[in-house]
């Protein structure tokens, strides 16, 4: 799989590696077929790109050139299936089973105005706080060309509307106070955007700084009639009017309600939840705050459950929910710094932006503010107990959920919490969940077909919510069908659509963390015919005794790559790839080294 960049530089990365794009053209070529990913894009079209409107006669053969370089390229980073095809009058790239940032930033943004919508402003957010950190730099800056720089501006349009929107969904959360510093620096570089001003004002005087909402407005003023002899908008004008009369003043504040919305969908886990009511119930001691911690692997719904959990007893938490995305295993964005986590929950709990002390004070301010709170703070995708020791409170009157593919065993000691391991949706609950999205009907029509569904998902709320939401999208399919999709390993997650490509990138970043012997064995593991294996199967693969090839085993099963499968007849440990884990080692086994 390919990863193309346009939000920044171009780039184009396989497994991590960047992949060499030669010259100008060759950038040039690459980025007008991106541009028009999955549509043909003439010779003609692509010469003038290059060259402008007078292009030299051998502009159509330096143009295939520059295709079979690019097609090299490609293949010399393990990428068998043709990416840019011939297609009269030119080349299409197909982007199926790849990675293109402005198809995935579009994808967000779409995801994000349908929650918000549907009034679910938080899960709106969490979907524009997504779809802005694709964004590298300046777009497309190592690309020149009339035509590219027309796009690169309307890129930067679309991800600047984009922000417009996401920080008045949070005004509209009451997150004013954090987000003045931002509209500050933002209004200053685009000092005519109206939407901007209007946002800041609103920030501003809900922060209890009127005069500095009222000087916002003269200073946008100011620049636009100097500047285009232009009054600004009536929205703003108004907006200027009910700050001068004081119409309502600054709202109450209330307590952070930071958790997504819960899934409609959300299925079983009935053992979990109750493990969770009496973890509540119990509370924590003296200075530690009753702390859950749950582990699992890619799509098994760790996120999900502690939503869930969290949104049917607000009425434990009366002083609020705290929700942190630590970003601890996501392949697009470095693990959150707990300093900087804990300056935006400093300003989520009141303190304003500027006086948010050094980062030495800041857990210690942190533990002031909730104390004697009645709150609950999720710490969703955690990379290490280092991450997140100095975001836990010291009072036992808070609540703490913890979320990690690791196992945090640091945390587990320093703590002495019983981790909660979530695993697979037992085969009824799997099949409750597709009947839930897909109807009765259709499951009840061939449930031979629904229970081999579940079983190629892995029985993962992750897998199974995308095969039924693409079986939704397809009445005229039936549930036979979308099982053919995914009887291949190679092509299993590929025929989950959008959100397969997201359970591959998480695979793909457990799988980055394996040790070099691990990873060796993992890969080696897709060749296999079954995805059943004991000890002595993997000594045969790495060559090495048996205990290191348990060692090798348990640390799969620690990343959540294998499980174990019962006893074999010596009484030694069996073993089973998963089904998504599976199809991932089939594809990096066919990817080759």
Request: aromatic share 4%; charged share 25%; glycine share 8%.
């Amino acid at each position: 799989m390919l990863e193309f960049r346009l939000l920044g530089p171009l780039e184009v990365l396989a497994r991590a590696e960047p992949v060499p794009i030669g010259g100008l053209r060759q950038r040039v070529v690459l980025t007008t077929l991106l541009l028009n990913a999955g549509r043909v894009v003439s010779v003609d079209t692509l010469a003038e790109t290059v060259w402008g409107a007078r292009p030299p006669s051998t502009s159509r053969t330096q143009v295939a050139i520059c295709v079979s370089a690019l097609r090299k390229a490609f293949r010399a980073h393990g990428v068998r299936r043709e990416v840019i095809e011939t297609s009269a009058p030119g080349y299409v790239l197909h982007p199926a089973g790849h990675r293109v940032d402005t198809l995935m930033f579009e994808e967000l943004v779409a995801e994000a105005r349908a929650e918000a919508r549907e009034n679910r402003a938080a899960e709106a957010v969490r979907c524009f706080d997504s779809a802005l950190a694709l964004r590298r730099g300046p777009v497309l800056s190592n690309v020149t060309g009339l035509a590219l720089e027309e796009a690169a501006e309307l890129l930067e349009e679309s991800l600047l509307t984009a922000y417009e929107e996401q920080v008045e969904l949070r005004l509209d959360l009451g997150e004013h106070r954090s987000l003045v510093g931002g509209l500050a620096a933002a209004v200053e570089k685009y000092p005519l955007r109206d939407r901007l001003h209007g946002s800041l004002m609103t920030a501003q005087y809900r922060s209890g700084r009127r005069v500095a909402a009222l000087e916002t407005f003269a200073r946008c003023r100011r620049r636009w009639v100097e500047d285009l002899g232009l009054e600004p908008s009536a929205q703003l004008r108004r907006l200027h009017e009910r700050i001068l009369r004081d119409e309502e003043g600054p709202p109450a504040d209330r307590p952070p309600a930071q958790l997504p919305a819960a899934t409609q969908a959300f299925t079983g886990r009935a053992e979990a939840l109750t493990a969770l009511d009496r973890l509540a119930d119990r509370g924590g001691t003296g200075g530690t705050p009753p702390l859950g911690l749950i582990v699992g692997g890619v799509g098994v719904g760790k996120t999900a459950l502690a939503v869930w959990w969290g949104q049917r007893g607000t009425d434990r938490f009366p002083d609020g929910q705290l929700f942190v995305d630590l970003h601890g295993h996501d392949p697009h964005r470095a693990p959150a710094d707990p300093s900087a986590v804990l300056a935006r929950l400093l300003r989520s709990l009141g303190v304003p932006a500027e006086q948010v002390p050094r980062p030495a004070e800041r857990p210690e301010l942190f533990r002031t503010l909730l104390a004697r709170k009645r709150m609950l703070l999720v710490l969703d995708d955690a990379r290490d107990a280092t991450q997140v020791w100095p975001l836990l409170p010291n009072t036992a009157s808070c609540q703490v959920l913890v979320t990690s593919r690791d196992p945090l065993r640091e945390l587990v000691a320093r703590c002495g919490t019983v981790p909660l391991r979530l695993d697979s949706l037992r085969q009824d609950e799997a099949v409750a969940l597709v009947r839930g999205i897909v109807g009765e009907a259709r499951v009840t029509r061939d449930p031979e077909a629904v229970a081999r569904l579940v079983e190629l998902c892995g029985r993962l709320p992750g897998a199974l919510l995308a095969a039924a939401a693409h079986l939704a999208s397809k009445p005229h399919w039936d549930v036979a069908r979308m099982v053919r999709e995914l009887c291949r390993p190679r092509h299993r997650l590929a025929g989950l659509g959008g959100a397969g490509q997201r359970l591959r990138d998480g695979l793909a970043a457990s799988a980055r963390r394996l040790d070099p012997a691990a990873a060796h064995l993992y890969r080696a593991l897709g060749e296999l015919p079954t995805p059943e294996l004991t000890c002595w199967t993997a000594e045969t693969l790495l060559s090495c005794p048996a205990p290191d090839a348990d060692d090798v085993l348990e640390r799969l099963v620690d990343a959540h790559l294998l499980e174990p499968a019962g006893s074999d007849a010596d009484g030694g440990t069996r073993y089973r790839l998963p089904s998504l884990p599976h199809a991932f080692a089939a594809e990096l086994a066919t990817a080759g080294p």
